[in-house]
């Protein structure tokens, strides 16, 4: 299954990837960078940089900065990580910033439920925004 991430609400999308994993799922994600965050511009980019900021530099926890792992740790939280199954189907997931050359013309899974249309309110940040502040 190949997901197009563009206009995508991360944490909805998300849900659904992580239980398509569970199913044993191989998962590819394109465009995640402009995967949206709901909600107001200084309120998310506190939050991210609090979780950044958290903990020590040398025991974590680690949070990334670039938004294709951004959005894959976002996945993982999603997952049953410390356990046996949770990791080996955290494996079948792979992120993309932009779409790669061994999946051009393959044809993208439509999530429309989860489109930023959606969204009562147009208060949204993408994936990109916030890896590009917090590398500021």
Same mark, same amino acid.
């Given at each position: 299954m190949i997901v197009d991430a563009k206009d995508l609400?991360? #944490?909805?999308? #998300?849900? $659904? =990837?992580?239980?398509?994993l569970?199913? #044993?799922? +191989? =998962?590819?994600?394109?465009?995640?960078e402009k995967a949206i965050i709901s909600g107001r511009k200084n309120v998310v $980019?506190? +939050?991210y940089e609090h979780k950044v900021e958290r903990g020590t !530099? /040398? +025991? #974590? !926890? $680690?949070w990334p900065r670039m938004p294709h792992m951004m959005l894959k740790r976002i996945i993982r939280g999603m997952l !049953?990580?410390?356990? %046996?199954?949770? /990791?080996? =189907? %955290?494996k079948n997931l792979k992120c993309y910033i932009g779409v790669p050359k061994q999946l051009e013309g393959q044809k993208f899974e439509e999530l429309k439920q989860y489109h930023k249309s959606r969204l009562t309110q147009a208060r949204y940040v993408t994936m990109q925004?916030?890896?590009?502040f917090m590398r500021q």
């Open positions: 609400i991360a #944490g909805r999308m #998300g849900a $659904f =990837v992580a239980k398509q569970l199913l #044993g799922e +191989k =998962v590819d994600i394109v465009n995640a $980019f506190a +939050k !530099p /040398r +025991k #974590g !926890p $680690f !049953p990580f410390h356990q %046996y199954k949770g /990791r080996s =189907v %955290y925004q916030i890896s590009e």
